[in-house]
Each structure stands twice: as C-alpha cells, then as structure tokens.
C-alpha cells in the first residue's frame, strides 16, 4: 500500500525558509520519478517541482527555480523541499506526489507566508 506523509510546513514571514519532508513507503522509492505538488486557496494542483531517484535530475516551476531545491534521502526513502526565500504566494497546501499531476500524492502539510 502506498502511503505518503508529509511534514515541516509551518507559518513564515516573506523571506523566510522551510524545509519539507515526505515519508514514503509501500513502493520501491528506486528509479522512479517523485514530485512536490501544491494547492493555494481557491485553485487548483500546480507542480513545483521533481526529482529522478535514480540518476537525481531535477526539474522546477519557473515560479520556484533559484528558491526551491528538491532532494531525497534513499536510504530513509524520504523527498524533501528546501523552500528559500519564501513569497507571499507560495501559501499553499503542500503535498508530495508519485506524478507531476498529483494524482497519487499524501496528505499535505501547509505553508503559510505572511507578514
């Protein structure tokens, strides 16, 4: 059974950084892709960001490039997101997914960024 945890989100100010992890289990972490995805008040998923397990390739939203940066931990089978320089419109429900649409994702930790 696949099972996604989330943790570390939290209330910021602008500026100010998180750091995400994502607990998962039930799959062969190993050379699969896996992705953050998030959800801000009223709209719909957006991918922010993947990572390829297996060789570490990287891809990023435009909207996080130079703020954001993806990385696991196999061993733990543990995704993490080390969120810098954090915007006001990076508010979101955060969730760690096993597709860039999200369609098989956990259950979300928030980030809230505001003065």
């Known amino acids: 059974q696949v099972q996604l945890v989330e943790s570390g989100g939290g209330s910021v100010q602008p500026g100010g950084s998180l750091r995400l992890s994502c607990a998962a289990s039930g799959f062969t972490f190993s050379p699969y892709w896996m992705y953050w995805v998030r959800q801000a008040p009223g709209k719909g998923l957006e991918w922010v960001s993947g990572?390829?397990?297996?060789?570490?390739?990287?891809t990023y939203a435009d909207s996080v490039k130079g703020r954001f940066t993806i990385s696991t931990n196999n061993a733990k089978n543990t995704l993490y997101l080390q969120m810098n320089t954090l915007r006001p419109e990076d508010t979101a429900l955060y969730y760690c997914?096993?597709?860039?649409?999200?369609?098989?994702r956990g259950q979300g930790t928030q980030v809230t960024v505001s003065s």
């Open positions: 990572i390829h397990i297996g060789s570490g390739t990287t």
């Open positions: 997914a096993r597709d860039p649409r999200g369609s098989i």
